[in-house]
Structures are given as structure tokens and as C-alpha cells.
């Protein structure tokens, strides 16, 4: 039997929308490169989680040893305590660090001057686009010991009289390091 008028009818038009709308099929092919590739290209990487994997043995020449190396890193004692603060981190930047956009757009909602509001705006969106090492610099920068620019507004209001370690000691860095955090994504809205 030959093709109905209906299913001609749609082979036709699906030519047609092709052959006029052929650039943006094209632009398509791009970004669907890119979630495959990022996507599901590493995926035959993980196998080497079940592997003694040897670079130079490659692949076929690397022992296959199952759930080993998995067990080995449940069993490490350093793997529940790091486990621990990555969830207490991220808790704590998620219970600070989501009001705060929220927070910040309803004070620049309030702002009364738009071309303060404009610049205000500007300033607080620019450390998104930071990297990490330009964000890890100025912290480094501000948060010395003897000579960050924090300890010696601190020492100069005689609020402490010697420079406090935040990047070193353990309670001032976690401190330090969420509200860095914040203070970094808090302008993206």
C-alpha cells in the first residue's frame, strides 16, 4: 500500500521546515555536542573506580578489582570526617548563603537614586565573575595576620590587640571561607 495523504502531507512539511530553517538546526548541533561530550563521554572513564587502574598498563592491561578500592576509601578514617564537613558546609552556605541574594535585591529595590542603584548593583554583581584564585588572592590579601587589611581596621579601633589567624585557625576559617563564599555568589540574582 502506498503512503496516506495525511503522512505525505507531514513528510512534506517536516522538508519543508527543514530545508527553511537549516541554520538553526546547525546553531542546535553545538550545544548538544557539548552535553553529550561533558555529559556521557566520561562516563566509560568511571570504570576505573573498579579498576588497579595503571596509566601506562592502560585499560586491558589494568586489574579488575571490583568494589575494593570503594571499600577502601569507606573504611579510611579521614573519609567520614571529610564527608561531615562537606555536608556541614554546604548546609551552612545553603541556610546563609540563600537569603542573602533575596535580602540584598529587596535593599536595592529600595534604593531611591537609580544611577546609585546602577553602580551599587554593578559592584555587587562584578566578584561573580571572579575567579576563585582572584577571590582566594584578595581574601589572602585582606585576612593577614599582621598586615591584612581586616587586623589592622581591627587593631586601630582597639577592638584586638594582636592579628587574629582567620585563613589558619580552624573555627576563623570556616567562618572566613562561607562568608567569602557568600559574599562572592550573593550579587548573582
Same mark, same amino acid.
Given at each position: 500500500?502506498?503512503?496516506?495523504?495525511?503522512?505525505?502531507?507531514?513528510?512534506?512539511?517536516?522538508?519543508?521546515?527543514?530545508?527553511?530553517?537549516?541554520?538553526?538546526?546547525?546553531?542546535?548541533?553545538?550545544?548538544?555536542?557539548?552535553?553529550?561530550?561533558?555529559?556521557?563521554?566520561?562516563?566509560?572513564?568511571?570504570?576505573?573506580?573498579?579498576?588497579?587502574? =595503571?596509566?601506562? =598498563?592502560?585499560?586491558?592491561?589494568?586489574?579488575?578489582?571490583?568494589?575494593?578500592?570503594?571499600?577502601?576509601?569507606?573504611?579510611?578514617?579521614?573519609?567520614?570526617?571529610?564527608?561531615?564537613?562537606?555536608?556541614?558546609?554546604?548546609?551552612?552556605?545553603?541556610?546563609?548563603?540563600?537569603?542573602?541574594?533575596?535580602?540584598?535585591?529587596?535593599?536595592?529595590?529600595?534604593?531611591?537614586?537609580?544611577?546609585?542603584?546602577?553602580?551599587?548593583?554593578?559592584?555587587?554583581?562584578?566578584?561573580?565573575?571572579?575567579?576563585?584564585?582572584?577571590?582566594?588572592?584578595?581574601?589572602?590579601?585582606?585576612?593577614?595576620?599582621?598586615?591584612?587589611?581586616?587586623?589592622?581596621?581591627?587593631?586601630?579601633?582597639?577592638?584586638?590587640?594582636?592579628?587574629?589567624?582567620?585563613?589558619?585557625?580552624?573555627?576563623?576559617?570556616?567562618?572566613?571561607?562561607?562568608?567569602?563564599?557568600?559574599?562572592?555568589?550573593?550579587?548573582?540574582?
Amino acid at each position: 500500500m502506498g503512503k496516506t495523504k495525511k503522512s505525505v502531507v507531514a513528510t512534506t512539511s517536516r522538508k519543508a521546515s527543514f530545508k527553511r530553517d537549516w541554520q538553526l538546526y546547525l546553531m542546535l548541533l553545538f550545544p548538544l555536542a557539548m552535553v553529550f561530550i561533558f555529559n556521557y563521554a566520561a562516563y566509560p572513564g568511571l570504570r576505573m573506580i573498579f579498576m588497579n587502574y =595503571k596509566p601506562a =598498563k592502560g585499560w586491558d592491561g589494568s586489574e579488575w578489582v571490583g568494589m575494593e578500592i570503594i571499600m577502601k576509601v569507606f573504611k579510611d578514617k579521614d573519609f567520614h570526617r571529610a564527608l561531615a564537613s562537606s555536608l556541614v558546609f554546604n548546609f551552612l552556605d545553603l541556610l546563609v548563603g540563600f537569603p542573602m541574594p533575596i535580602i540584598l535585591a529587596l535593599m536595592l529595590n529600595e534604593l531611591r537614586y537609580p544611577k546609585f542603584k546602577k553602580v551599587t548593583q554593578t559592584i555587587l554583581y562584578l566578584p561573580h565573575f571572579l575567579s576563585w584564585v582572584i577571590i582566594g588572592s584578595v581574601a589572602y590579601t585582606m585576612f593577614r595576620p599582621a598586615s591584612g587589611l581586616v587586623n589592622i581596621a581591627l587593631m586601630n579601633a582597639g577592638i584586638i590587640k594582636e592579628g587574629i589567624p582567620f585563613l589558619t585557625e580552624k573555627w576563623h576559617w570556616a567562618v572566613t571561607y562561607l562568608l567569602i563564599g557568600v559574599w562572592q555568589t550573593m550579587g548573582f540574582p
